[in-house]
């Protein structure tokens, strides 16, 4: 049986519109003073069930963000006011799931939207898949990083961390894995056999593109949300041959638009 995806919303974050699209609010010489502007991203996970095992995309933001869990400077510029009201197990649950029906993690990445539900699985054998490059990097970043978007309380946890290496394989039946750096190091996206509801291939690309600009118009994300722009471009390169290769379906990170309409393409 091919595997089934679902929804787990997750409330939605507000960030300046620079940060998922570079120069979007530029000063002129007639506009000297242009007006900021703060953009809605939505935050999902994904639960995908295949006949082995059920499987947790993401795990979203610590439902405590805006209440010290994240730093102060951070929260100001990321912006959870809903985390509160969608902490994972609730999530899962009006998905139809409980945490106890998951068998393994999947984390696209360590950002402080993506691995604050960890904390759900300390403790417990259920495997966390993230690749070594992000894992070795957040530790790095949540000790030294001044404006780091790594919080070391989301992830520092007794987990059973399943280390990927390389540029991508076999996860389990019907889903690959693939290396996509550039917003990471580590950033890993997933590829899903007849994940669609139109029974295309599923490429589950999450931060790779904030939004649908990033991958389908190549307009970069601002500096900030992009540890490397030759990285990028060239994991952009690597979803576009699967995409055309595959005839697939590529999901973005944070797009509302595409967000909204994923009940009837998953």
Known sequence: MAPTVHLVDRGTMEIDVN?????AVTATASNPNPDAIR???????LVIETDE??????????????????????YDEFTHH??????LPEALAEAGFDLADIDAVVQ???HLD????????AGTDVPVYVHAAELKHAYFEAATGDSSAYVRGDFDHDLAWEPLYGDGGYLTEGIDW???PGHTPGLVGLVVEAGAADGRDLVVAGDLAYSAANYEDGHPMGRD?????????????RVRDIEARRDALVVYGHDPEQVAALPNLL
């Not at 809903?82 to 902490?87: G, K, L, R, V």
């Not at 993506?114 to 699985?121: D, K, P, Q, R, V």
């Open 53 to 74: 095992q059920t499987l947790l995309w993401d795990t979203g933001s610590h439902p405590e963000a805006g209440d010290g869990h994240w730093p102060p400077a951070l």
């Open 82 to 87: 809903d985390a509160a009201d969608h902490p």
């Open 225 to 237: 949300l992009l540890h490397s722009r030759p990285d990028w471009e060239a994991s952009c390169r």
């Open 39 to 45: 953009a809605d991203g939505p935050v999902f996970n």
């Open 108 to 110: 696209s990445h360590l």
């Open 19 to 23: 940060y998922p699209l570079e120069g």
């Open 178 to 180: 693939v290396h996509l």
């Open 114 to 121: 993506h691995a604050g539900g960890l904390h759900n699985f």
